[in-house]
Nanobody
């Protein structure tokens, strides 16, 4: 079955950077997009960034625009999230997700079929 494995989380100080990665494995599937969500304790899962598979169009949540950058490497079947100028409010478990659905918004969790287990990001002030 399809697996998404995230890596790159950790504990950093405010203002630091981290780069998350997500590698897809298992049976190939015609994905239409994939992206990152995050969830802090007691809060709902929040959209961070997404990318369309076909043309690499990027989408970002308002709270991360101009600080985070999403990218993909199709040859490596990998998705990345470069996070700069991290803030304490960015602390959360970050999840990679992928979808094969068409005509769906990429900024909502219900559009996604496959999810990774998550990687923890902690930011000290």
């Amino acid at each position: 079955q399809v697996q998404l494995v995230e890596a790159g989380g950790g504990l950093v100080e405010a203002g630091d950077s981290l780069r998350l990665s997500c590698v897809a494995s298992g049976p190939s599937f015609r994905r239409t997009g994939w992206g990152w969500f995050r969830q802090a304790p007691g809060k709902e899962r929040e959209f961070v960034a997404a990318m369309r598979w076909s043309d690499s169009i990027e989408y970002y949540g308002d709270s991360v625009k101009d600080r985070f950058t999403i990218s993909q490497d199709k040859a490596k079947n990998a998705l990345y999230l470069q996070m700069n100028n991290l803030r304490p409010g960015d602390a959360a478990v970050y999840y990679c997700a992928a979808t094969l659905l068409t005509g769906q918004r990429l900024d909502t969790p219900k559009s996604y079929v496959y999810w990774g287990q998550g990687t923890q990001v902690a930011v000290s002030s």
